[in-house]
């Protein structure tokens, strides 16, 4: 009986880290969600939403959308002291933690967020929504990045606390429809659970529901409103990433990213739900027509996808020359193993061995396995045998949507 009372919270402990893996999961595969849903402050006249913005908060917000960010942090310090003000000073560090990866900004930033939390409640009051909005938000956002970053528990706990602040705005201020947005999305992402893990959504006191999160999101950008193109981004984001219907989501993008072609969100969004859509082609042409632009902030993880997309196509070559770049120039600790080791798969694909081993070494010296594509990298470079050439640029080949080059290649393995 004492064995088995020892091995009942065992079990348990067993279980809750598989949860939390998969919640882990879940997540990482959809912070393509989770960037653009940071952005998305709805705004417009009418009882659905409310503008939160004076007109020099709301041009700090345009600046942060654009990428703008050094611009956005000047205006911003010139602005009045305000919840929104707060709100936005957060937002410009979120964007830049997400893109850059960057470790030693992420210490300093996580001391700034817990400070504007701390502030932003003395602004909470009965008459005014918006500091405990805000509030919900930031603690979203930063479970958001703390996964990111590898830091499991403290994002849990996090997002905990945000879904609780949520429920108790959906309660105390019914009316202001705003908070629909941060609760659509807790929503969604805790409904992506598996039934099997749900017990410990019960635990801690949380419930999911796909069903309703769309709903709240899709009442919102149904709404006139100048942001209503980042909610229709969420929505094609969450049909492509999480209900699996690229599809439909590049459907939804596609009119907003023709309105602005010049926007870097938009152009990483595009050519990632073409990816999705195993079109490579489509998404290459999306991302080299990109114009470089000195004031933007710079998305260097647009070259490892450039890098990635190359080898679909064949051009092994190019794709190292594309994760080179990436590398010399990304401060993050994410995908760096993944990306060494693209350059070894693309070497041992133009017959280069030595060059192979030599990447796929170093591959294992530095980076991590954090995410699922460095996990795999460090996976297939330990493992003992290398696969055929040929039938991995048939894998390739198919992953992009090269289906002429995918036949031709198995022709000439048969």
Not at 16 to 44: D, E, M, Q
Not at 352 to 367: C, H, Y
Request: with cysteine; proline share 4%; aromatic share 12%.
């Amino acid at each position: 009986m004492k064995q088995n009372q020892k091995e009942q919270p065992e079990g348990k402990s067993k279980r809750a880290n598989a949860f939390l893996l998969r919640i882990k999961y879940i997540l990482k595969t959809n912070l393509l969600v989770c960037l653009f849903y940071f952005l998305v402050i709805p705004n417009s006249s009418g009882q659905v939403y409310q503008n939160p913005f004076s007109t020099q908060e709301e041009a700090v917000y345009q600046a942060i959308f654009s990428l703008e960010l050094g611009q956005a942090n000047k205006r911003i310090t010139h602005l009045e002291a305000t919840p929104s003000k707060l709100y936005l000073e957060h937002l410009a560090e979120t964007i830049t933690l997400l893109i850059s990866e960057d470790p030693v900004l992420f210490s300093e930033f996580e001391a700034n967020f817990q400070q504007r939390t701390s502030d932003l409640k003395t602004y909470l009051s009965e008459q005014d929504p918006l500091p405990a909005f805000y509030l919900a938000e930031m603690k979203l956002h930063w479970g958001f990045i703390y996964l990111k970053f590898g830091k499991e528990w403290p994002a849990a706990w996090t997002i905990r606390q945000a879904y609780k602040q949520s429920e108790k705005n959906l309660k105390q201020y019914p009316e202001f429809k705003l908070q629909h947005k941060t609760a659509g999305v807790l929503y969604i992402m805790l409904g992506s659970v598996p039934e099997n893990y749900q017990w410990v959504l019960q635990l801690a006191g949380m419930k999911g529901d796909i069903r309703i999160g769309l709903a709240n999101l899709k009442l919102l950008s149904k709404s006139p409103g100048i942001f209503k193109d980042e909610l229709t981004g969420i929505l094609a984001l969450i049909h492509s990433f999480m209900m699996q219907d690229p599809k439909k989501g590049i459907g939804l993008l596609n009119a907003v990213y023709a309105k602005n072609p010049e926007n870097l969100l938009y152009t990483y969004l595009m050519a990632t739900l073409y990816m999705k859509d195993q079109k490579s082609e489509k998404a290459l042409e999306i991302l080299e027509s990109r114009k470089v632009n000195k004031i933007l902030f710079p998305f260097d993880f647009m070259h490892y996808m450039e890098g990635e997309l190359h080898m679909h196509a064949g051009n092994y070559e190019v794709a190292i020359e594309k994760l080179n770049h990436f590398l010399e120039n990304y401060n993050g600790e994410n995908y760096i193993r993944d990306a060494h080791f693209k350059i070894g798969l693309s070497w041992y694909l133009l017959g280069k061995q030595t060059k192979a081993e030599m990447a796929f070494k170093k591959a294992l010296e530095i980076g991590n396995s954090r995410t699922e594509a460095d996990q795999y990298a460090t996976n297939f470079i330990k493992g003992i045998h290398r696969p055929n050439p040929d039938i991995l640029k048939v894998r390739f080949y198919t992953d992009g949507g090269y289906y002429d080059d995918a036949f031709k290649t198995i022709a000439l393995i048969l």
